[in-house]
């Protein structure tokens, strides 16, 4: 739609058909993921999974066949570059997202001491 207005098209559209259509799309596609960076240097690239249990944790050779979640970690520019995809199938929709990504950083820097610190959630509006 941009593009054709942008080009000049007359579009036929209605702002409640768009806004059902859009957020229909989302929640059939929903997913989350985030990156964080490090100050550790990172030469090589990985890739790991986590679980919950009920805290998140690194996953085992065990349990990786049901990853809640899956992520990279190789260099980035300031060292270490962090990108994490959670499996919609186990995070609830609607509750703000911050705390648990802020949950999952934690672990990730303990582990691969990435030189973030503590992180903080936004408060939840």
């Given at each position: 739609?941009?593009?054709?207005?942008?080009?000049?098209?007359?579009?036929?559209?209605?702002?409640?058909e768009?806004?059902?259509?859009?957020?229909?799309?989302?929640?059939?596609?929903?997913?989350?993921?985030f990156?964080?960076?490090?100050?550790?240097?990172?030469?090589?690239?990985?890739?790991?999974?986590?679980?919950?249990?009920?805290?998140?944790?690194?996953?085992?050779?065990?349990?990786?066949?049901?990853?809640?979640?899956?992520?990279?970690?190789?260099?980035?520019?300031?060292?270490?570059?962090?990108?994490?995809?959670?499996?919609?199938?186990?995070?609830t929709?609607?509750?703000?997202?911050?705390?648990?990504?802020?949950?999952?950083?934690a672990?990730?820097?303990?582990?691969?001491?990435?030189?973030?610190?503590?992180?903080?959630a936004?408060?939840?509006?």
């Amino acid at each position: 739609m941009h593009f054709a207005s942008i080009e000049g098209l007359a579009l036929d559209w209605r702002g409640e058909e768009l806004e059902r259509l859009i957020v229909s799309a989302g929640d059939t596609t929903r997913q989350l993921s985030f990156t964080a960076m490090g100050s550790r240097p990172i030469t090589e690239s990985e890739s790991f999974a986590l679980v919950r249990d009920p805290t998140w944790r690194l996953a085992t050779e065990a349990d990786a066949h049901l990853p809640q979640s899956v992520g990279t970690l190789g260099p980035g520019p300031t060292g270490a570059y962090v990108r994490v995809g959670l499996n919609p199938a186990h995070y609830t929709v609607g509750p703000a997202a911050g705390p648990l990504v802020a949950e999952v950083v934690a672990v990730l820097d303990a582990h691969f001491e990435l030189g973030i610190g503590p992180l903080t959630a936004a408060q939840d509006l």
